[in-house]
Nanobody, 126 residues
Framework: QVRLVESGGGSVQAGGSLRLSCEVS?????????VGWHRQALGKQRELVAA???????NYADSVKGRFTISRDNAKNTVYLQMNGLKPEDTAVYYC???????????????????WGQGTQVTVSS
């Protein structure tokens, strides 16, 4: 059974940094096609923030380019989201999600992610 567990959320002042971690169930990391970090702010739709493919290709939302970095450590079954230069508008619940479809062509499509974590809250104060 695939499980994703996020950690690393918290409260930080604007300009600060946080690193989120998404741990994938042991044994399921090697076959994942893509892992994406998403977020949902209060009253807003969920959006994809960053994604990384099995081959290391990355994709970022325009709003976080240059500030956020997604990476993966297969040995630790973990995908990270390093968030620097945080802004109040980054406040949201952050979710990681995994796609196991080997035919996936666009990892920006949120509906393509099959497994989701429970989310971790990030709050950025001004």
């Amino acid at each position: 059974q695939v499980r994703l567990v996020e950690s690393g959320g918290g409260s930080v002042q604007a300009g600060g940094s946080l690193r989120l971690s998404c741990e994938v169930s042991p044994g399921y990391m090697f076959s994942v096609t893509a892992v994406g970090w998403h977020r949902q702010a209060l009253g807003k739709q969920r959006e994809l923030v960053a994604a990384i493919s099995s081959g290391g290709r990355t994709n970022y939302a325009d709003s976080v380019k240059g500030r956020f970095t997604i990476s993966r450590d297969n040995a630790k079954n973990t995908v990270y989201l390093q968030m620097n230069g945080l802004k109040p508008e980054d406040t949201a619940v952050y979710y990681c999600a995994a796609n196991y479809n080997p035919l996936l062509t666009n990892m920006r499509i949120m509906a393509s992610y099959e497994y989701w974590g429970q989310g971790t809250q990030v709050t950025v104060s001004s």
